[in-house]
């Protein structure tokens, strides 16, 4: 495939006579930002290599040393916008198609390598955190910053924040805080730190693995070697290191309260004040979201959290405030996004509910 392909295929030989696919995304201008073309690429591709019994181990990152992928194609769903009120098929297919690539990171079989170096964010966010072993470096920053654009963290957000420690997903949604590769780690969104000078004897020791295709055994030999090149020492987390301030503030029994408890909580430290103050000057629609997401995702399964995910999506899409959020941040770029709701206690009793309701006839992911 053509270097100048937005996504770029490789199969690796090892010495096992098995290879490792690896998928790069390459939209370096774009921060490697997940458009639509690229993400029917990648589906097509794991799907077939899945099925190839030449491919044990799959490997995914981005061009270039800025991002892994920094999120969806927003300013494309930007141009796309209908009035609102008003269903837009790009979106729900763009959605569609990204959730179910997302679900089959989640339930791949075979051992699937993220190698997080850079910026992972939103969509960045839903392809690494499926994937078995995901790997961060001293240059990783991850966030899900929807409360400034008046979206909500999805990509399976609903599912991996909500199986963090403490109230530490609660916070990162509702603050869009920016986590480094220590943070990652400790909330459970990453697996391993390797330094990201040693990429490619990692990859070279990875081909002199003897990977068999059974899958349980080459998850284990993928396990050990990159468990052996990651150091003793990583960097610190300052979210641990926030850890029960985090757990205080955000233990409200109402969104309310949490929002309250954050604010008197900004003169805690510098990290908390720079987290609180996004919390602060984001939407409030997109905070009663989070809140709303968490509460009702936490028994549900993967698949149901992608269908209620779509959903919400694309009623997001059918209301004013995503839009104005990103124009005001990504195609204007005034930074001054005029929100609906500016506080929570401001929204009405009832409204968020219209972001669970189902606006198809029927559900694209139904059969997930």
Sequence with gaps: MSTDAPVVFEELPCESDRVIGLARLNAQRSLNALSLPMIHLLHEQLTAWAADERVACVWLEGAGEKAFCAGGDIVE??????????????????????YRLDHLIHVYE??????????VMGGGMGLMQGASQRVVTEKTKLAMPEITIGLYPDVGGSFFLNRTPGKTGLFAGLTGVHLNAGDALFMGMADVFIHAERRDAVLSALQALSLSGDAATDHALVHRLLREASPQETPASPVREH?????RVCDGATLVEVGEALLHSKGYSDWMQRAVSTFERGCAQTAW???????????????????????MSVQCAMHPDFREGVRALLIEKDGAPQFRYHKPEEVPVGYIDGFFELPAASHPLADL
């Design 77 to 98: 769903m930007y141009r796309s916008m209908t009035p609102v009120g008003e269903r837009n098929a790009f979106i729900e297919d763009y959605f569609a198609s990204e």
């Design 110 to 119: 075979k051992p699937l390598i993220c190698w997080a170096h850079g910026i």
């Design 243 to 247: 850890f029960d301030d985090i757990n």
């Design 289 to 311: 979201l989070v809140w709303e997401q968490l509460r009702r995702a936490r028994h549900l399964s993967l698949g149901d959290v992608f269908r209620m995910e779509w959903i």
